[in-house]
């Protein structure tokens, strides 16, 4: 069982519509969990990060973490097309200094 | 402005040759990385450092090795490159000893081994 797991997707939402990313974790002690985006050929940047059960919000991204299902998610309000992009989740073991990576999920905002 | 630099953004090797990437940090971060990032599998960590000649191996070590002299550098080495070898390699780095720790990440160096 891989450590973290995503739908690869693609994901293709309508400009203006709310995207949905899913992210699963085996390590139930995990601490932290953050989500960073990644455009076609660069390199990837943070955009979220959640250490609480429960919902995180900043601006048109939401992060929501269930540490009981082992379940972390990024909503996209307001999709638009510059939110095109893979989308990382990446989580934080208990007593470890690395992070572990999803595969990513791509997301296609339709103009 | 916090910025990872990696030496290189394009390389092209040949079969055998030991190939050096070098990443740099000025953000005086204790931890540094190395990932390959290949389609469908994602970021893999390579090797890991958390302090001045401190490495430790990550998931998928079989033919780097890593030196870091200065807490500023962390090099990688490809000791004899092979074809499989080819991906995207990327550095990053983060404080030491904080769950909340964000890693940033270098602007990657895609190298090609011919």
């Known amino acids: 069982q891989k450590e973290v797991e995503q739908n690869s997707g693609p994901l293709s939402v309508p400009e203006g519509a709310i995207a949905s990313l899913n992210c699963t974790y085996s390590?139930?002690?995990?601490?932290?969990f953050f989500w960073y985006r990644q455009y076609s050929g660069k390199s990837p940047e943070l955009i979220m990060f959640?250490?609480?059960?429960g919902d995180k919000e900043d601006g048109r991204f939401t992060a929501q973490l269930n540490k009981a299902s082992q379940y972390v998610s990024l909503l996209i309000r307001d999709s638009q097309p510059s939110d095109s992009a893979t989308y990382l989740c990446a989580v934080k073991p208990s007593n470890d200094y690395k992070l572990s990576f999803g595969a990513g999920t791509t997301v296609t905002v339709r103009a | 402005d916090v910025k990872v630099t990696q030496s290189s953004r394009y390389l092209v090797k040949r079969t055998g040759e030991k190939v050096f990437l070098e990443c740099v940090q000025d953000?005086?971060?204790?931890?540094m990385f190395w990932y390959r990032q290949d389609p469908g599998l994602g970021l893999r960590l390579i090797y890991f450092?958390?302090?001045?000649?401190?490495?430790e191996k990550g998931d998928i070590p079989e033919g780097y090795s890593v030196s870091r002299e200065k807490k500023e550098r962390f090099s990688l080495i490809l000791e004899s490159a092979s074809t499989n070898q080819t991906s995207m390699y990327l550095c990053a780095s983060s404080l030491l000893g904080t769950a909340k720790a964000e890693a940033f990440f270098g602007q990657g160096t895609r190298l090609t081994v011919v």
């Open positions: 959640i250490y609480s059960n």
């Open positions: 450092s958390y302090d001045v000649k401190m490495k």
């Open positions: 390590d139930r002690g995990s601490q932290s």
């Open positions: 953000m005086d971060h204790e931890n």
